[in-house]
Antibody, heavy 119, light 107 residues
Framework: QVQLQESGPGLVKPSGTLSLTCAVPGGSISSSNWWSWVRQPPGRGLEWIGEINHSGSTNYNPSLKSRVSISVDKSKNQFSLKLNSVTAADTAVYYC????????????WGQGTLVTVSS | EVLLTQSPDFQSVTPKEKVTITCRASQSIGTSIHWYQQKADQSPKVLIKYASQSFSGVPSRFSGSGSGTDFTLTINGLEGEDAATYYCHQSSSLPYTFGQGTKLEIK
């Protein structure tokens, strides 16, 4: 079964860069799935940030496209998120998730990591 | 962008009751709607894919229906463990979007 594990700083200063990594133990980053980031502000709903596949093709949410970058490291079986120029509005639980290329559902999720933007 | 609007936002229900949650899309999306359950402090889990197909391991009391712009998630015989927030998600077009969520409280 695919497992996903997010890691990264829990506190980022305003105007700084949020950086998170998602490891995929028990699975292969080179599979046909799309590897996604989804966030959830405290007490609110889910927002898709973007995705990457094993060959490095990416898709981003237009609302964040100017600030976001997703990359993949096949040698480490992981993918990463960078979000720059952060503000308090970027405070959220960030999930990495796999989007099944068969059904286009998010079938596996990480446990989520809370990132707070504060000075 | 496809906007998804769920109703109701909140519902308080008793065990064994039948619950219906609706999701309306801002444009026709065929059956490219999926339903997730998110319990407190947990990650979302898939319940239903493509409007009406049960996902592996999901109890049979969960079912879905609809096509085009109007979709429904039904829970027949609510159980205490079903207390959660439920989200619809569309995969018809990028960016993927979610409904705002429906929080289910068990009395």
């Amino acid at each position: 079964q695919v497992q996903l594990q997010e890691s990264g700083p829990g506190l980022v200063k305003p105007s700084g860069t949020l950086s998170l990594t998602c490891a995929v133990p028990g699975g292969s980053i080179s599979s046909s799935n799309w590897w996604s980031w989804v966030r959830q502000p405290p007490g609110r709903g889910l927002e898709w940030i973007g995705e990457i596949n094993h060959s490095g093709s990416t898709n981003y949410n237009p609302s964040l496209k100017s600030r976001v970058s997703i990359s993949v490291d096949k040698s480490k079986n992981q993918f990463s998120l960078k979000l720059n120029s952060v503000t308090a509005a970027d405070t959220a639980v960030y999930y990495c998730a796999s989007l099944s290329s068969t059904w286009y559902v998010f079938d596996y999720w990480g446990q989520g990591t809370l990132v707070t933007v504060s000075s | 962008e496809v906007l998804l609007t769920q109703s109701p936002d909140f519902q308080s229900v008793t065990p064994k009751e039948k619950v219906t949650i609706t999701c309306r899309a801002s444009q026709s999306i065929g059956t490219s709607i999926h339903w997730y359950q998110q319990k407190a402090d947990q990650s979302p889990k898939v319940l239903i894919k493509y409007a009406s197909q049960s996902f592996s391991g999901v109890p049979s009391r969960f079912s879905g229906s609809g096509s085009g712009t109007d979709f429904t998630l039904t829970i027949n015989g609510l159980e205490g463990e079903d207390a959660a927030t439920y989200y619809c998600h569309q995969s018809s077009s990028l960016p993927y979007t979610f409904g705002q969520g429906t929080k289910l409280e068990i009395k």
